[in-house]
Every structure is written in C-alpha cells, then in structure tokens.
C-alpha cells in the first residue's frame, strides 16, 4: 500500500501561484507514476499534470501546459506542482494519485492511490 498526503492548497487572486506538494510513503517501490488530478464541482476528475519518477518524465494537460509545473524529489518521496499564472477556472480539488504502470496522462480510474485531496480556489 501506498499512503499520499496533499498540502499546499489556498486561495489566490487570477494571476497568482500556489505550490502543491505531495508526501508519498509505504510502498514506494509499487509506483513510477504519480501525478496530480482536479474536480471542480459537477465535472469530472481530470488529469492535469504527470511525472514518470523513474526518468522524470513529464506530461501536461493542454488546460495547463506553459503555466503548471511538476516535479519530484526522490530523496523526501515528494512531488510537487507549481502552479503559475492562476485562473478562475483552475478552482478545483486537486488530488495527488500513483499507479504502477501507466502511459501519458493516464484515466483516473487506471490510478491506483490516491490522496485525500487539497482545495485550490482562484478569484477573479
């Protein structure tokens, strides 16, 4: 099993930033795909950003891509998402999951573990 721990969540004014992080701990060895989810209220959850950690290869939402960012640091088990440039539209829960084997930015239902979740609210 896998336990994942989200921090970091707030609200911001559009244009600002927020860092999310993510502890993972248990069994690390189980996952090489963790990343970060959102559900806004009445929508579905989608996958907005992805890092391979055995490469550090990354994957973005086209909803995303130029403005979030993320990374890993293996040492603390951690991944992190900065999140840049902030929209109203970026108002969501934002959960941390981890699966094993995965391509792209995988469905949320092919993840395996997930965090309890971390509220991101952007006004405009």
């Known amino acids: 099993q896998v336990q994942l721990v989200e921090s970091g969540g707030g609200s911001v004014p559009a244009g600002g930033s927020l860092r999310l992080s993510c502890a993972a701990s248990?069994?690390?060895?189980?996952?090489?795909?963790m990343g970060w989810f959102r559900q806004a209220p009445g929508m579905e959850r989608e996958g907005v950003a992805i890092i391979y950690t055995g490469g550090g290869r990354t994957f973005y939402s086209n909803s995303v891509k130029g403005r979030f960012t993320i990374s890993e640091d293996n040492a603390k088990n951690t991944v992190f998402l900065q999140m840049n440039s902030l929209k109203p539209e970026d108002t969501a829960m934002y959960y941390c999951?981890?699966?094993?084997?995965?391509?792209?930015?995988?469905?949320?239902?092919?993840?395996?573990?997930w965090g309890k979740g971390t509220l991101v609210g952007i006004s405009s």
């Open positions: 999951a981890a699966t094993l084997y995965a391509t792209g930015i995988p469905p949320a239902e092919n993840m395996d573990y």
């Open positions: 248990g069994d690390i060895d189980s996952i090489n795909c």
